[in-house]
């Protein structure tokens, strides 16, 4: 590692002031990537600020129609969560399966959208819920947010503070998982909203990270169900090729998951 | 057996320091006035190296010294030395590319060493390191052992044209022509057994501390064999005479064989001490794991079996290519030869045999022993072409194998091995008891019903361990002896130390050596400690490695205890004015058989030592050594029998049962074993499933870390289902055969059985991923 200065900030503001102060700032969330990044000298911050003690950033909230997790929440803590096993049993269960227990009980949503990993699990709920992402500045719809490989909408210094989900009707998650690294080989988020709208998401697939899937969107809104995907036809194109899987792989990986997304949707 | 005794599930004494937190690696120690090395290293597959500046690095704060290859060159320290020497068919030497400890001129992997730079810290010396600006003429690299041998391919050594390092034959090829001429099948397979990274728990460390007014060095590094370090690095290397030179192997997390070696950094780290006049350590990261500790397996093999109409196989004909990697690593030249083409008779009555074996120079990281070194490599291809022949000559699978069976002992087969010992059909009746094998066919049609696809694959594999009868491995071109050395130390009060050859590194010695003392005196584990792993304290030894330890290491153990309880007897008769012949010794005393009379051990050892009233003539002390050379190889044997299912929408393989049935001779201590086999298993179902070591077409690493390198994980894995069947080793007074491979070696075989049989297609290769399967499920 480097030689960095850390900071832990008490305050949205006075994280803001911090990463300002800094030559080459970076904010610290739970730390399961940029931590690792570091340690290998492959990034080399000036300052670290770290989100991860702010009060006003933890926690989850149910309103209505409406499930807040705030941006430091960990894994961990949305997984336990009451209001989120009862509002939406889908982001529960994907926080169940995504890393270990020593990455559930460190990272964090905001952390974890904000770094837009490819193969990441949440970028794939967000987009099939619709969900909004609030910053510090204003608020972002998912379907803008999400920018490509590792980028996002965020401009430099803006700090996510919370994701909001609407409730959906339905909700289901399947992954494969990669063998080795334990990322989405491919996995696939479907949501039905109470106005029967359908979005289906997919992440670890596209060369361009998390992305729709509108052909089996447009065959669950007419037929929600698994056996509705079976003629399904998914392009290998512009999916990501590795060791692990083939790009014809995940092109089936998608279909194979939705279904049982679909099944597994309540 | 005692409740300590021989056969007793003795708990680990070793786990207390282990689980605690208390164990004492090399990366633990810290000595006064310590430097820390940080290796530079190539980027570049293949690569000359024109100029190295650290002019600026050594500028910068705690900076000690930026040494290169070209120094040790000026220095006269020797190149790397392979330690077996192999004959080519056509009576040539192998051809060995010189490996220096770190390259002055030419780099031939990613990964490979050409200089260091010492510092006062670790970070600093990573800092200095990349301010060293080196100037390299990149060349064309190969990676692939195909593309490696064709004409016009890069060539790597000048000392091997074409990129060969041998082509080595054993067998009668003449017989197995004349076997194939009158064959009424002949079943055909080629194999590639996958690259493996041995990923050691604790990666490899060493210090190195040079004391300059007794010109001694001591070096504490990460080995399974010390003394074998000592012996190659002074009796090659030119940095210190064996006397001048302490080898210390602490605790050590894990080898599977990459430890035994003697690596490029702990040589740098021995005369970098000398000549920046501190102590220097070095201690891998999983990276540098990655790239430099020598890989496993990879060969690319063309087999053809042939049986006559009774489905007896009549003859086998095999022709691997094993890749060496850039350079020719310490026993790396035996591991496709001696340890893999012996093996290649298996389980089984084969008359005729020939195996020509070409090894290959590549621009990767060199290969070496891993885990069951060639024994894998040769129960894989056998059990794969069995089973192949089974589909293909639509028999049962098991009754292929019975028909087939050797089972009259000893048996002598065409490729050198003797086999002593063994009960194979027993084995295979217990695993399929076991597994319920009758029950499969319900088993499958109900799982087709749930939409899966259901497979069983049989696996009987034979090892050949207790490496090894000197005399034998000398006539083959070992550059040692294969024995064990040990010693026996009866302290005044009675307290025990064994001094063992024999290194520990995961695999319990101090728990398992200590109940052999036990149940020869009767005394409590606790009053026995285990020394071992330095060179100064123990006399000699060849180390762990080749599931060698209990049936050689061991078996001196016991010879030097029969040593020391003979001369305690004649104390311990003088004391009670008895005869020799009447004293017994039960319970940690010595009595006179027959009557009340007896005497304690501590008493013995205080009279040996008080030297009071010895017997006439006889020296003080209690303390004896021996050494033991096996008579034989040992032959483990076993049946492993894999249930799993496939699921057909993403060839993702899920395990429903995985039974093993071993034979390993006599056990020691059970529970760790068990652990053994189990630990085994998870690395076979690993190489069948998941571990792959890959390069690109240039040569670089695409698997250097754990997110891209698939290890096994629990959750990979099924709860094992254990069973021993026993034919006692007739070569070793224990009668055990050695435990430490099996799993690794029998395992993957069974897996990819199971799964080509649960997808209906015989060829598959390994590691089995998902993507893979799925793949070969759907092909035309």
């Known amino acids: ?266 | 057996m005692g409740v300590e005794g021989i056969g007793a599930r003795v708990v680990r004494k070793e786990d207390k320091r282990f689980i605690t937190g208390k164990g004492r690696f090399v990366d633990d120690i810290k000595l006064t006035g310590m430097t820390h090395a940080y290796f530079i290293r190539s980027p570049h597959a293949h690569a000359k190296v024109k100029k190295i500046d650290s002019s600026a690095a050594l500028k910068m704060p705690g900076v000690v010294a930026v040494l290169t290859g070209q120094q040790l060159v000026d220095d006269k320290v020797g190149n790397l030395i392979c330690g077996w020497a192999i004959t080519s068919k056509d009576g040539s030497p192998m051809k060995m590319g010189a490996w220096p400890a770190m390259a002055p001129e030419t780099v031939r992997f990613v990964g490979q060493a050409i200089a260091v730079v010492i510092a006062d810290s670790k970070n600093l010396a990573r800092d200095a390191a990349e301010a060293v600006v080196v100037d390299y003429e990149e060349l064309p690299a190969v990676a692939d052992m195909h593309a490696a041998i064709k004409p016009g391919a890069p060539q790597l050594h000048p000392e091997a044209p074409g990129n060969q390092v041998y082509d080595w034959v054993i067998g009668d090829e003449g017989a197995v022509n004349a076997a194939f001429s009158k064959a009424a099948n002949v079943v055909k397979l080629d194999v590639t057994n996958n690259r493996l990274a041995p990923n050691a728990m604790e990666p490899r460390a060493a210090i190195a501390d040079y004391d300059t007014a007794e010109e001694h060095f001591t070096l504490y590094t990460t080995s399974q064999n010390p003394h074998v370090a000592r012996l190659v690095l002074s009796a090659f290397y030119n940095i210190a005479p064996e006397h001048k030179l302490r080898v210390i192997a602490p605790d050590v997390g894990g080898g599977f064989g990459s430890k035994i070696f003697i690596y490029p950094e702990e040589m740098v780290a021995l005369w970098a001490s000398k000549k920046v006049g501190r102590p220097v350590k070095w201690t891998g990261d999983r990276t540098e794991a990655f790239l430099t500790d020598a890989h496993g397996r990879d060969h690319i093999t063309h087999a053809e079996m042939a049986f006559d109409a009774n489905n007896k196989i009549i003859g086998l004909k095999v022709k691997t290519y094993a890749n060496f990697g850039a350079y020719m690593s310490l026993f790396s030249s035996s591991v496709p030869t001696y340890l893999y083409a012996t093996l290649l008779s298996g389980q089984y009555n084969i008359p005729a045999i020939h195996a020509e074996v070409i090894g290959v120079y590549t621009n990767t990281t060199p290969v070496d022993a891993y885990r069951g070194a060639g024994r894998p490599e040769a129960s894989y291809l056998i059990e794969r072409l069995m089973e192949t022949a089974a589909r293909q000559l639509n028999v049962d699978p098991a009754q292929l194998r019975r028909t087939n069976f050797i089972t009259q002992f000893p048996h002598q087969t065409p490729v050198i091995m003797a086999y002593d010992t063994g009960d194979f059909n027993a084995s295979l009746d217990a695993a399929m008891k076991a597994i319920d094998y009758a029950g499969f066919p319900a088993r499958k049609a109900k799982a087709k019903a749930d939409g899966k696809l259901r497979g069983i694959g049989v696996s009987c594999y034979i090892e050949a361990c207790g490496i090894a009868p000197s005399k034998a491995v000398g006539s083959l071109g070992a550059g040692v002896g294969l024995w064990e050395s040990a010693e026996v130390r009866v302290n005044p009060v009675g307290t025990i130390e064994i001094l063992t050859g024999s290194h520990s590194h995961g695999q319990g010695h101090e728990t398992t050596f200590c109940q052999l003392v036990a149940e020869r005196l009767g005394v409590p584990i606790s009053q026995v400690s285990i020394v071992h792993g330095d060179t100064d304290k123990v006399q000699f030894g060849m180390g762990t490695y080749g599931s060698r330890s209990a049936a050689v290491g061991l078996t001196a153990i016991l010879k030097a205890m029969e040593k020391m309880e003979s001369k305690a007897k004649k104390i311990a008769a003088h004391a009670l004015e008895a005869s020799e012949a009447d004293i017994v010794i039960e319970n940690g005393e010595f009595k006179v058989t027959g009557t009340d009379k007896a005497i304690a051990l501590p008493m013995v050892a205080l009279a040996a030592y008080t030297a009071h009233n010895l017997p006439d003539g006889m020296e003080p002390g209690l303390k004896e050594s021996a050494f033991y050379d096996p008579t034989n190889f040992t032959f483990p044997a076993g049946a492993y029998i894999c249930e799993l299912e496939v699921d057909p929408g993403t060839g993702k393989t899920s395990f429903v049962n995985f039974v093993a049935a071993d034979d390993f001779g006599r056990l020691i201590n059970p529970m760790i074993v068990e652990g053994q086999v189990h630990g085994g298993l998870v690395q076979g179902i690993g190489q069948a499933l998941l571990e792959h070591a890959i390069y690109d077409a240039n040569g670089q690493p695409v698997t250097a870390s754990f997110m891209d390198y698939a290890m096994p994980r629990a959750d990979d894995v099924p709860s094992f289902n254990l069973s021993h069947t026993t034919t006692l080793c007739p070569g070793n007074p224990l009668g055990i055969k050695g435990c430490g491979e099996a799993g690794a070696i029998g395992a993957s075989a069974a897996v990819i059985n199971a799964i080509t049989d649960a997808i209906g297609k015989n060829n598959l290769e390994m590691p089995a991923t998902p993507d893979r399967v799925w793949r070969t499920i759907h092909a035309a």
């Open chain 1, 1 to 266: 590692m480097y030689q960095t200065t850390y900071h832990r900030a008490s305050s949205v503001d006075e994280a803001v002031s911090l990463f300002a102060k800094g030559s080459e700032s970076k904010f610290l969330a739970g730390g399961q990537t940029l931590l690792p990044v570091m340690k290998q000298r492959l990034a080399g911050p000036s300052d670290v600020i770290d989100l991860g003690r702010i009060k006003e950033l933890q926690g989850v909230e149910l309103s209505g129609d409406t499930l807040t997790i705030k941006a430091a929440t960990t894994y961990y803590d949305i997984m336990t969560n009451a209001d989120v096993k009862k509002a939406i049993p889908a982001i529960a269960y994907l926080t169940s399966v995504l890393g270990d227990p020593a990455v559930r009980y460190r990272g964090t949503i905001g952390g974890s959208i904000a770094n837009n990993d490819p193969a990441a699990d949440f970028p794939a709920a967000l987009l099939a819920l619709g969900a909004t992402v609030k910053t510090n500045k204003r608020s972002i719809a998912a379907d803008d947010f999400f920018q490509g490989l590792f980028t996002t909408a965020l401009e430099d210094g803006e700090i996510i503070t919370a994701v909001s989900f609407p409730v959906p009707a339905k909700a289901g998650y399947e992954k494969m998982r990669h063998p080795a690294s334990r990322f989405a080989l491919t996995g696939v988020f479907v949501a039905q909203t109470k106005s029967g709208e359908v979005r289906v998401a997919a992440t670890g697939a596209s060369q361009t990270g998390v992305m729709r899937v509108g052909a089996i969107e447009a065959a669950l809104k007419a037929n929600w169900s698994p056996s509705a995907i079976d003629s399904v036809s998914i392009s290998a194109n512009g999916l990501l090729a590795d060791i692990h899987g083939t790009a014809e792989y995940r092109a089936n990986l998608i279909k194979v998951m939705a279904q049982r997304a679909v099944a597994a949707a309540r």
